[in-house]
């Protein structure tokens, strides 16, 4: 399994980009996939989830309503389009997957096995 997120960089308040994550190695059917970010001094929180059974979505609730997470399965990628950033939204943000997680969505950092290089994303003010 391999992961590579992209997209990151830097934009004004108010502003969009959109993260992708190149995936390779395995069938998105049978995995949950995620998008987290760290920013400095603060714990990895999820940010977007994405399940493997029914396709159940999670938010985090500081994201809800600006962030979009989808998936292309004909290019093997899945994207977190971010919208309204605020300052607050610094980070680094990573790709995550895990096969067949015992939920069918996972959340936590400590719940994925793969991970890709973090893309920063950084908003001024």
């Known amino acids: 399994v391999q992961l590579q997120a992209s997209g990151g960089g830097l934009v004004q308040r108010g502003g969009s980009l959109r993260l992708s994550c190149a995936a390779s190695?395995?069938?998105?059917?049978?995995?949950?996939l995620a998008w987290f970010r760290q920013a400095p001094g603060k714990e990895r929180e999820g940010v977007a989830c994405i399940g493997n059974r029914e396709r159940e979505i999670y938010y985090a609730d500081s994201v809800k309503g600006r962030f979009t997470i989808s998936t292309d399965n004909a290019k093997n990628t899945f994207s977190l389009q971010m919208n309204g950033l605020e300052p607050e939204d610094t980070a680094l943000y990573y790709c995550a997957v895990v096969k067949n997680p015992l939920a069918g969505i996972a959340t936590m950092p400590g719940e994925y096995r793969y991970w890709g290089r973090g893309t920063q994303v950084t908003v001024s003010s």
């Open positions: 190695g395995f069938n998105f059917d049978d995995y949950a």
